[in-house]
């Protein structure tokens, strides 16, 4: 049984009421590890150590390029340890191997981005009408919170750090308490690289409690909160004490739009790729289908047909193609939403129910399911399930396209499939999304910036754009004519 602790002042640490939480591997339910239960004062003592440790300026005022280096290191040891954090990813997560693996990958392939960006030249000056140089330098903005959930549980982890530390900040860190156990390994490669005392924290436990502090500190200069749009409205209350900046990439309802004269095999792939990758517990995913009329019956035939297909089993376990939701909680809200589609009236075309045969049943299996003939504002259509379900509405043309794709309170990410490029970009330029894709789903870079319009967030992640997250800008004035102004009589 593996023993999860957390990390304050370059210390492994228990909670101060002792309390510990079963942390359960989604593929059989079976509980491998327990983690510290952090409660307020944890969280208080965390951001305490971080607050002392950004004082001390003993990671701001490093040259970025020894910070760097740290972040070059960690990138490695990420590699060294892949194997591993791999495995650990799917016994804690339930993500395939070949998922986690590419989380795993892009983890250090994140902490060598920014660890490249802080070294390159920043900053601007301004010509000014007076006898003056006006410039701006960057600056750390503090002590940063840092709140992740459970589906990219050592990646959406490391999208928040990196660009954190390589700006020079100290940060308090809390993953969700249903996946602690990449990010604890993260915080072993921080005390291997012998980061300085007090710039990386980590508290473990519930939202309420820790995540809460957090939020609310008075000593916590910016929160960046990846998770549910409803804990993210509660953030931002939180977070206005001490007026913190903030940082909030949230839930999504993202439409994928298919045209009659898309390749349609190639539709058809991304498609079901789009929603059922991660057992769509993935922010981004194409959860709901737009399909033109004319190919709409043949275009929910085929998906269904090769949505059974899909072999549904154990991460570990090299056939499998998609694993379990992550916890027994979640699995009941997914089937709440699929009794709930049966109900208003969706036609279920594939999947629906729980798999339990083949000695599936201890753990957290649903079979990829969609529904067709779904109606505008269905719940099934508004509201954000987060697995492995997809509504595949109809539609006339382009212009109702874009009216039925923009019809939620959400704005995260969307595609377009078609072969005519003009109408693809037209689209695209309609779409109230902040993350989109044409002919193709999903694939996100460390380059490009990640984030959502409407109730899908406020700000964006990722590459220039994610560091900026993490800097104050300075106004540096300076007088090249050192006299009297004469302003007022002597
Ligand atoms: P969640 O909002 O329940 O929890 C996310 C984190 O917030 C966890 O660490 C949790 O402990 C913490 N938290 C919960 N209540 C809190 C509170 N009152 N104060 C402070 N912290 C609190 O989300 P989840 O179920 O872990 O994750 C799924 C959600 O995350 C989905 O909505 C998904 O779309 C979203 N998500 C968004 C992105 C993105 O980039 N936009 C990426 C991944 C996941």
């Known amino acids: 049984m593996l023993n999860l602790k957390m990390y304050i002042n370059g210390e ?42 950004f004082n001390s300026c003993v990671w701001s005022e490093l040259p970025a390029e020894e910070r760097a280096s740290y972040l070059f290191k960690v990138a490695d040891k990420i590699d060294e340890n892949a194997e591993e954090l791999t495995r650990f990813e799917t016994m804690d997560n339930g993500k395939t191997l070949r998922e986690a693996g590419f989380d795993v990958a892009d983890a250090a392939a994140c902490f060598r981005y ?20 006006a410039m701006v330098v960057r600056e750390p903005v503090g002590v940063c919170g840092l709140i992740v959930p459970w589906n990219y549980p050592l990646l959406m982890s490391v999208w928040k750090i990196a660009p954190a530390l390589a700006a020079g900040n100290t940060i308090v860190f809390k993953p969700s308490e249903v996946t602690p156990l990449t990010p604890t390994k993260l915080f072993e490669i921080f005390e291997e690289v012998e980061l300085p005392k007090g710039v990386a924290n980590m508290v473990l436990g519930a939202g309420p409690t820790v995540g809460n502090e957090i939020a609310e500190s008075h000593d916590v200069d910016l929160v960046s909160f990846t998770g549910g749009t409803q804990t993210g409205k509660h953030i931002m209350r939180a977070a ?24 349609f095999e190639t539709a058809v792939d991304y498609a079901l790729f789009g929603i059922y990758a991660g057992a769509g517990q993935v922010c981004s995913s194409g959860s709901r289908i737009l399909v033109e ?47 709930i589609g049966k109900e208003e009236g969706a036609r279920l075309v594939c999947g629906g129910e729980r798999i339990t045969k083949d000695g599936l049943n201890k753990g957290y299996f649903v079979e990829p399911t969609a529904f067709a003939d779904v109606k505008p504002d269905m719940r099934i259509v508004q509201e954000e399930i987060f697995g492995p379900v997809v509504v595949i509405q109809k539609f006339k043309d382009e212009k109702e396209a874009i009216h039925l794709s923009n019809d939620t309170d959400y704005g995260l990410a969307g595609a377009v499939f078609t072969v005519d490029g003009a109408k693809a970009l037209r689209v695209i330029k309609k779409l109230r999304a902040g993350i989109t894709w044409i002919n193709t789903y999903h694939p996100t870079y460390n380059e490009a910036p990640w984030g959502g319009y409407k109730q899908s967030g406020i700000g964006r992640g990722l590459g220039t754009y994610g560091l900026d997250e993490f800097q104050e800008i300075k106004q540096i004035n300076i007088n090249l004519q050192v006299e009297p102004i004469g302003w007022f009589s002597k």
């Open 293 to 339: 009329e004319s190919i709409y019956d043949q275009f929910v035939n085929r998906f269904a047909e090769r949505a059974k297909q899909i072999n549904v089993g154990p991460g570990n376990e090299s056939n499998s193609e998609m694993g379990p939701l992550v916890s027994q909680e979640h699995m009941e809200k997914v089937l709440n939403y699929i009794k």
């Open 114 to 133: 920014y660890a490249g960006l802080i070294t390159k030249p920043d900053g601007q000056t301004y010509h000014v009408s007076d006898p003056v140089q």
């Open 12 to 53: 492994w640490k228990d909670s101060h009421n002792k309390e510990k939480r079963n942390v359960v591997n989604p593929a059989n339910g079976e509980v491998f590890a327990q983690s510290v239960e952090g409660t307020v004062e944890d969280a208080k003592e965390a951001i305490e150590a971080a607050k002392a440790a």
């Open 240 to 263: 206005t004490g001490n007026v913190k900046k903030i940082s909030l990439e949230l839930g999504g309802k993202s439409p994928n739009i298919i045209f009659a004269d898309a390749d």
